[in-house]
């Protein structure tokens, strides 16, 4: 790999990694609700997931997805129901007990198949194997370059959203302003989830 196909795929990775999407709300909102050390299971989650994912796409699996179209559809279709459910228990979360008692919550299993239903992570993927992998004569020594990039780039933009959520927590547990975030939260969640279903 040239340092200007490292470039662009750093340049790539930078703009991906860190707009917001369902992994970035997430981490912003379960740190927030909960506390940065709860969040953390999900942020853990989000880079093996992504990693697995993008090793399915390497291996030939994202083209399937994308030449079937009924497959394609039902992953938009359970990221979309997925998305809108964690949007409403969101949106329910008006107090730190509320929270505390996990009204919202992500398991580690939970962030890892999150990747698999988010049509933002199978996008990224398909372009990454596209453009940086697949048809290459090193395609394996790219996919070692590549695979720990996003890795780090996946875990660093949820770490630093979860820790501006857990840095608003002591702001937020006054008032109404958690249950305003909250709401917040869960919109662009649903927007996401409108973004999915028109791509």
Known sequence: MTWQDFTALLALATAMSFSPGPNTTLSTALAAN???PRAMRFVVAVPVGWTLLLGLCAAGTGALVMAAPSLRW???????????????????????????????????RQGVMLQFVNIKA??????LVGTWIAGQPDALM????????????????????????????????????LLWFNRAMAAVLVLTAWWMASV
């Not at 129901?81 to 996990?102: E, F, H, N, P, V």
């Not at 199978?122 to 372009?127: G, H, R």
């Open 34 to 36: 909960g506390g940065l």
């Open 74 to 108: 039902a992953i938009k279709a359970f990221g979309i129901a997925y998305l809108l459910w964690l949007a409403w228990k969101l949106s329910g979360s008006a107090t730190m007990r509320q929270a505390d008692g996990k009204q919202l919550h992500v398991s580690f």
């Open 122 to 127: 199978w996008l990224l993927a398909l372009t």
């Open 142 to 177: 790219r996919f070692a370059i590549v695979a720990p990039v996003m890795l780090v780039y996946a875990f660093t933009s949820n770490f630093a959203y979860a820790l501006a959520g857990s840095l608003l927590r002591n702001w937020l547990a006054h008032g109404q302003r």
